[in-house]
């Protein structure tokens, strides 16, 4: 008698007759072949959960292993691609469907198989080096990441999680882009399918769905094909790094990963930790974001993964587990802040919130790209942003004008700061990205700014003749000035205004 359903709980399907299996191993349930993984053993009782809706699947259905743990076809056939959560190609884009719609593997019979649990070896792991260039000013300037680097993206509902990771995918400087739609509605997933389709690559001249692999699981997709997208995709990406390639997987959001792992877990009896997530969840986050990192292959050619990873706390409450446990195992944190995005501050990343802890090799990345100046230039402008909040919560209290000149023209050089070089117009076609070279041009504009202000404070000036000034042409030169050269013509208008005060 060969090997059998016996019980079907939702995703989690007990057979039986499953003796010389092994934990992992795909089973295929039922005469539609719905593909499941084994979670437990005893005896010849096998727990399976499936990736596929189960309705339909009854006791007494055929059960069969494939003898393989849970594996994705890899190959060039992905750039371009949008699959589900076992890499199977899907023939819309967003929507649900069953296994019999979905469109046929290109250059199956020619894939590699992996599986997508198993981290793919390679020969040596490398020190940060490079930086990740996102052309989000507030990132590349206060935030970096080098490639190979881990970043969590904590942010509560209607702060921007979303648009910042599609801008990053958009026009972060990587090879290929891993975009992992985890849990996210459909109608997002689409709108970020659609924009992919209509974008230039400026690197290549092409499309930029061409380098960008999608990895659909929506909400209304099936709960345990979403926890296995994550593997998926990074899996994805330590192949493309093998050729030498720098991917980056951008996950959208672990937070969903982490609640189908809670569901699972409690449908298969597990004693649950905190909030009902499952003790595992640390090991779980840990494993997923240990995957990257900058390394040699075995080929003796460099390649890095970089896993960028969203996560959505309910309530907007950083306390919780998912959000806690992300931050012991990341390298860089881009929290969001509710009151900048209430605010209409785009990206509404907080200053105050947010940490990088590879800024040394960062720094030491862009002196030998010939800017030595970058690491003053970041202190100086986040020693000033901490200064300015200081003194705008002490001015809530007694006034702006009760404040020392010098004081008032920090809370000058925290505003032309946020407006003139943090803030930034997605929707803009010269600043929904910002090369390196332009974001150290604009900084530099708004500190050359504040040392003339405050040279003449120090003459005399009244301090409230420099406030009254027009500084549009340099708040405005993040949109309309393209090149640092125009950057400094705005800059020198405003200096040419302020000797004018003397």
């Not at 967003?94 to 793919?120: I, T």
């Not at 990740?132 to 942010?155: E, K, M, N, S, Y």
């Not at 990345?365 to 020693?383: L, Y």
């Not at 030169?477 to 020198?492: F, I, M, Q």
Request: aromatic residues 6%.
């Amino acid at each position: 008698m060969g090997a059998e359903v016996t019980r079907v709980n939702g995703p989690l399907v007990e057979t039986t007759g499953m003796r010389g299996t092994a934990m992992n191993d795909v089973v295929e349930l039922g005469p539609a072949r719905l593909p499941g993984e084994i979670v437990a053993l005893e005896g010849d009782a096998a727990t399976v959960q499936a990736y596929e809706y189960t309705g339909g699947l009854a006791p007494g259905a055929a059960a069969a292993t494939t003898g393989r743990a849970l594996s994705a076809p890899l190959g060039a056939h992905l750039l371009g691609g949008v699959f589900d959560g076992l890499l199977r190609p899907l023939s819309g884009a967003g929507v649900w469907l069953d296994p019999s719609a979905r469109a046929p593997r290109a250059d199956a019979d020619r894939a590699e198989y992996w599986p997508v649990r198993r981290p793919r070896p390679y020969s040596e792991r490398l020190d940060a080096g490079a930086p990740l260039h996102t052309g989000q000013r507030v990132i590349d300037l206060l935030f970096p990441v080098p490639l190979g680097g881990t970043v969590a993206v904590p942010g509560g509902f209607g702060t921007g999680k979303t648009m910042l990771l599609q801008q990053v995918a958009k026009w972060c400087d990587a090879d290929v882009i891993v975009y992992v739609g985890c849990g996210e509605r459909g109608n997002e997933m689409a709108d970020v399918l659609e924009e992919l389709a209509e974008l230039d690559d400026p690197r290549t001249g092409g499309r930029l769905a061409d380098r960008t692999v999608v990895i659909a699981n929506t909400s209304n997709m099936p709960m345990m094909a979403r926890e296995a997208g994550v593997h998926s995709g990074v899996t994805v990406a330590e192949y493309f790094r093998d050729q030498g390639r720098d991917a980056v997987v951008i996950a959208d959001s672990t937070s969903r990963w982490a609640e189908a792992l809670r569901e699972f877990a409690s449908r298969a009896g597990e004693l649950p930790g905190e909030e009902g997530y499952p003790a595992a969840l640390p090991s779980a986050l840990a494993a997923f974001y240990e995957r990257a990192g900058r390394v040699r292959t075995r080929d003796g050619a460099e390649g890095s993964v970089t896993v960028i990873g969203a996560v959505s706390p309910p309530g907007g409450d950083m306390t919780e587990p998912v959000t806690a446990y992300t931050e012991r195992f990341v390298r860089a944190r881009w929290s969001l802040d509710k009151d900048l995005a209430y605010s209409r501050h785009y990206p509404a990343v907080s200053w105050s919130g947010s940490f990088a802890r590879d800024v040394p090799a960062v720094a030491r990345a862009h002196a030998a790209a010939g800017d030595p100046e970058w690491a003053r230039r970041r202190a100086r402008t986040a020693g000033l942003l901490a200064e300015a909040d200081r003194l705008t919560a002490l001015s809530e209290l007694v006034g702006a004008g009760t404040l020392p000149p010098a004081e008032r023209v920090t809370l000058l050089a925290g505003r032309l700061l946020r407006e003139g070089v943090l803030q930034q117009s997605a929707l803009s076609s010269s600043d929904a990205s910002c090369t390196p070279e332009r974001t150290a041009a604009l900084t530099d504009a708004v500190l050359d700014v504040v040392d003339r202000c405050r040279d003449l404070v120090g003459d005399g000036v009244a301090v409230s003749v420099i406030e009254d000034l027009d500084y549009a042409p340099l708040v405005r030169a993040r949109e309309d000035a393209p090149t640092p050269a125009d950057v400094h013509d705005r800059r020198d208008t405003v200096l040419t205004r302020l000797d004018g005060l003397r």
